[in-house]
Structure formats: structure tokens, C-alpha cells
């Protein structure tokens, strides 16, 4: 347990949390809504610094990150806790635990054992993710500051809902982002993930200006956030707001958590997202959760050859050279390409 960064202490023993744009007002004895930072007497505490429930190697295309090292290696860790109940959750078992068991459980693992482990088995990155990483934030910090003095990079995977604090005090120790803009429409945060679009969209544009690299993933759920005008208001939000190089993943939705009340996602809304994508002007799209789709792979903004093969999360051929397409020479954006 640790004392937690960015809270203020109110009237009656009560204090109001600053990580998250739920900015929540917690009693004495009472957690916020990630349900992983407790007021206790006063004075607020991370219930999960130290305690991770998963460690993991993973290719960094599973975050999805396509264009930040692709083809490397990242260190994946995760606590217990989320700010939002999606009911579509993939990972509710250990985001969800607080709220739905109760409970929370991972193992003692300081700061430097994290970097230790990452560089051991020959990691490029860090990535804080699985579970939301906002509500693991000193803990992330911590490690961050290590891990770049180590040589390594950071990336959240994360739901977009920090506050501008938060992101002011990481910097400028995360690299990149892969945020998850789960609508465009208010009302389906409010309905299925208990929170607000309008503080995703202050962080996406925030991390823009500092300088890390954003890549956006949509996860299409049908009969919710699949409508086609739905879909171009967002693509053009990126493509205005975040420029034309930021990366959107539309990926597949398949029956999980509470939502078990409608189908996967057919391949052709998925391919319609991709379209609409592309008519925005974005340079960079993809579809997710489909194995094998001609859409996963990386081609030249410019020419239109494709320069990074994928097949799943391994990349297969690559036709980019420090930086540039091998074909015309263009400038492919991203980090470590």
C-alpha cells in the first residue's frame, strides 16, 4: 500500500481524487470508482502499488501497437481495477474483481524487478495494460522512470480517461498510447462503460501535443457504435483533431462479459469501418480480431505497396528502412520503424 498522487484532502475527512475524470469525492473508509484507491483517515492509498495480478511477453502488435517497434517484444503488466464497467469487457475477470468479487489479489513485485524481468527476456517496451493502467498510475510511474534509464520505452493501453494532471505528471516518461475511443456518441459511455466521450477526447488531443505516439483502437459492437455516420464522425475526428498519421484499429467484437445479447461483428461492417477510414484520409487503418485479413497489414501511405506483412500478432516481411518505404522512399510514421 502506498500513499497515491494527485488528491486533494476535503472538509469532514473526505478527499478528491485528481487521477481520473471521474475526480471522485471518497469518504473516510470508502474506495473510488476503480474501487483500488482508498481514503483512509484522510489521506488516499493505492491498494494495488506493487501488487501485479499479470506479468506477460507479448509481440507489440497485440496491444495493438503497429507502429511503435513493430516486430519487437513488450514487457506487459497489469493490477487489478478499471474506472469504467464496460459490459463488453474482455478482461473483466481481473478489471472487474474489486467491484465484482470484492476482492484484490496480486503478488509483491517492486519497480525494479518489473524492468529487471523486461530486460531479461529482451523486451523493447513496457506496456501497462490488460486492465486499466490509469488506476495503477504511481506504480507505472515508478517503473517508467526505471525502464528509461534502463533504455526501455513505456505504453499505456489504455481507455483515454486520465486527467490532464495525471498526464502532465507521467510526462515525459510514456512514450506511445494505443487508447481506446469506444464510440463517438456520449450516450454509449454513459450507457455501457459508466462514463463520459468528451475527457477521451481532451486526452487524445493532449498526448498529441506532448508528443507521444497515439495510435486509436474502435471496438465495432453491432446495433451499438457501428452506425456509418457514427463512424465517420470519429474517423474524422482523428483525422482533424490527431492528423492523418494516427493509426485506427476497428476490431471485432465478440460476445463477452454482460453483453452475451448479440453476435460477432460481420467481417463486412468491419471492412465498411475500414473504408470509412480511409475516405477521412487517414493514412493507417487496420481490422482487428480477424485472422488473416488482408486489412492487418501496414502499405505505403504514398505508393500503396504493402511494406509490413502480419499475419496475427508476428510480422512476416518488411519493406520499411529506417523509416521509409523501400518502394518510393516515403516517410512511414511511427517510432523505431
Known sequence: MKEAWLYEKLDGGRVRCHLCAHRCKIADGETGICGVRQNRQGVLYSLVYARPISQAVDPIEKKPLFHFYPGTTSYSVATVGCNFRCRFCQNADISQ????QGRIVGRHVPPEDIVEDALATGCRS??????EPTVFFEYTRDIA???????????YVTNGYMTAEMLETFFPYLDAANVDLKAFRDEFYRQQCGARLQPVLDSLRLM???GIWVEVTTL???GLNDDPGELRDLAGFIAQELGVETPWHVSRFHPMYKMLDRGSTPVQTLERAWAIGKEAGLRYVYVG?????PEEHTYCWNCGKRIIARFGFSVRERHVRDGKCEYCGAAIDGVGL
Open 97 to 100: 474483481m474489486p467491484r465484482d
Open 126 to 131: 513496457i506496456s501497462y495494460t490488460y486492465t
Open 145 to 155: 522512470v526505471l525502464a528509461r534509464q534502463a533504455g526501455l520505452a513505456n505504453n
Open 208 to 210: 498529441k501535443q506532448q
Open 220 to 222: 465495432v459492437i453491432p
Open 289 to 293: 480480431n480477424v485472422l488473416g485479413a
